[in-house]
């Protein structure tokens, strides 16, 4: 239900204290002065919307400007979407729905980003919005010391344990050369880094300051936090990101990792497809329980579709319902040439498929099977075949992961 005395207008670099003071309610925190300093790292007034009630501000949204590597392209930009946060006593007033609006009308109007995407607090919210779960990853847990299986390749090249100040520019070269490469990965700006890597004491939960280790092909960015009982030592190492560029450099930090000393358990965010489990002698050794990461949203599906390559040659119509953004629905031709290259095209011809936008948004990066939701009854075929024609077009070699929260 929509409130007509409400307002809806872009921010500006004075609404920073205000937009931050909603989020701070919104996300249940008290630490109004920490959140302002890192929304105000990454804050971009002019891709950012606040409902008003009067002149208090109750409601928040901004876009980001990044790149996000699609199957077969490399990066291509995406509108990040982040800070969406309604006032307590002020929702059910439709504050939610006018920046969702304004951010996705807003893109097609513009012929802005054609790919939205985002991590969702709360997940039975958007796809209200035409945002399907493109990527998920699982949290898990890994006993110190758990061995290797046989046959383990590793660098001789020694882990080092350096100073912040020595590892930035280390690390930057290293995922700069790796994301291009994992579907789902982000570009990073200087303030993407600087979000990233903020090591503010409050941010520490008792734990130490970030911790780097490094080698030529990858690096390993932790806290640890000291524990014991009668036993002896049970700290806990904290896997902030690991990246690797060759399997020995993998193996190698996960190695450095998990003989870490006076360390009892290594807690870890991890691709759905993390090849460590495939290494260790004893996969039990590796609890796990999974969650969603990315949901992604074709503002356009005839601009977004075009981004990426496609893994086989097809030929099909998607008939599409977008209730949300009314300019997709319609029947889309898709068609790829030997190199996987696409054309979107509307027609009038019958579909093979129908779906909704929710349904393109999951499948877009190659992380919900287009078979998956037609087992689900969320796709409906209507050509014989169809489904297993896209569910090889749209297949990746290895799962999209977005590990990097924004």
Not at 67 to 86: D, E, H, L, M, R
Not at 167 to 176: M, N, Q, S, T
Not at 238 to 261: G, K, M, N, Q, S
Request: glycine content about 8%; charged content about 25%.
């Amino acid at each position: 239900m929509s409130d007509d005395s409400l307002a809806i207008r872009t921010l500006t670099t004075d609404d920073l204290p205000a937009f931050s003071s909603v989020l701070v309610r919104a996300f249940l925190s008290d630490n109004a002065e920490g959140l302002q300093y890192r929304e105000g790292l990454v804050f971009e007034p002019e891709r950012s919307h606040g409902v008003f009630d009067g002149d208090e501000l109750i409601g928040s949204g901004e876009l980001l400007t990044r790149k996000i590597t699609v199957p077969g392209a490399g990066q291509t930009p995406i509108a990040a979407v982040t800070s969406i946060g309604v006032a307590p006593g002020h929702r059910r007033r439709g504050v939610l729905t006018r920046i969702m609006r304004a951010q996705l009308h807003g893109l097609h109007e513009d012929g802005g980003e054609a790919i939205a995407a985002l991590w969702a607090s709360e997940s039975v919210i958007y796809p209200r919005f035409g945002y399907g779960l493109g990527a998920q990853f699982y949290r898990a847990k890994l006993r110190s010391k758990a061995a290797f299986r046989p046959g383990v390749e590793l660098e001789t090249e020694r882990v080092r344990e350096v100073a912040r100040e020595e590892a930035i520019p280390l690390i930057k070269a290293i995922y700069e050369k790796e994301a291009p490469l994992r579907v789902g990965a982000l570009d990073r700006p200087e303030s993407a880094w600087e979000f990233n890597l903020d090591d503010r004491e409050v941010r520490h939960k008792g734990s130490t300051e970030m911790k780097f280790a490094v080698l030529s092909d990858g690096y390993a960015i932790y806290r640890v936090k000291s524990d014991w009982d009668e036993e002896g030592p049970r700290g806990t190492l904290t896997l902030h990101e690991l990246v690797a560029t060759t399997p020995r450099a993998y193996a190698t930090l996960y190695r450095f990792l998990l003989d870490y000393d006076l360390i009892g358990t290594i807690e870890l965010n991890a691709a759905l497809d993390e090849p460590l489990i495939h290494i260790l002698a004893d996969p039990r050794k590796m609890s796990r329980s999974g969650g969603d990461s990315l949901w992604v949203r074709l503002v356009d599906v005839d601009r977004a579709l075009v981004t990426r390559r496609y893994n086989a040659p097809v030929d099909l119509v998607f008939g599409v319902h977008d209730a949300f953004c009314p300019w997709n629905t319609g029947n889309w031709r898709l068609t790829t040439d030997g190199d996987g290259n696409a054309e979107v095209t509307r027609v009038e011809d019958a579909p093979d498929l129908d779906l909704d936008v929710i349904d393109l948004g999951a499948i877009f990066l190659g992380g919900t099977r287009p078979s998956t939701l037609a087992a689900a009854g969320r796709i409906k075929e209507r050509t014989a075949g169809a489904v297993s024609r896209a569910t090889a077009a749209f297949a990746t070699d290895r799962e999209p992961s977005c590990l990097e929260s924004f």
